[in-house]
């Protein structure tokens, strides 16, 4: 089993940048693929980004291509996602996930078993 705690979210302005972080506790995390996701008000939550075990293959959704990076320390039991050139249609609630099969990255919400409370990331114009 792991817990994940999302931080790093904010109010900032189009253009600008955050750094989110997800924190799992359990001793197995580095055996887990992490993804990220977003849900904006009214609509259905959306595949970010994804990373596999080791960090060898990372996946993105077309929207974020270029934009945002994730990464992964499985000595700290974290991942990350740096969020660049932020735009208004980035508001989201962000999630990150863990999914138990660590060799591949699912981007579908139900190819993840583990997820956080989220974190609010709003983008003004």
């Known amino acids: 089993q792991v817990q994940l705690v999302e931080s790093g979210g904010g109010l900032v302005q189009a253009g600008g940048s955050l750094k989110l972080s997800c924190a799992a506790s359990?001793?197995?995390?580095?055996?887990?693929?992490m993804g990220w996701f977003r849900q904006a008000p009214g609509k259905e939550r959306e595949f970010v980004a994804g990373?596999?075990?080791?960090?060898?293959?990372?996946d993105y959704a077309d929207s974020v291509k270029g934009r945002f990076t994730i990464s992964r320390d499985n000595a700290k039991n974290t991942v990350f996602l740096r969020v660049n050139s932020l735009k208004p249609e980035d508001t989201a609630v962000y999630y990150c996930?863990?999914?138990?099969?660590?060799?591949?990255?699912?981007?579908?919400?139900?190819?993840?078993?583990?997820w956080g409370q989220g974190t609010q990331v709003t983008v003004s114009s």
């Open positions: 990373i596999t075990w080791s960090g060898g293959s990372r």
């Open positions: 996930a863990a999914r138990l099969w660590g060799a591949e990255v699912a981007t579908t919400a139900e190819g993840y078993g583990y």
């Open positions: 359990g001793r197995t995390f580095s055996s887990y693929a």
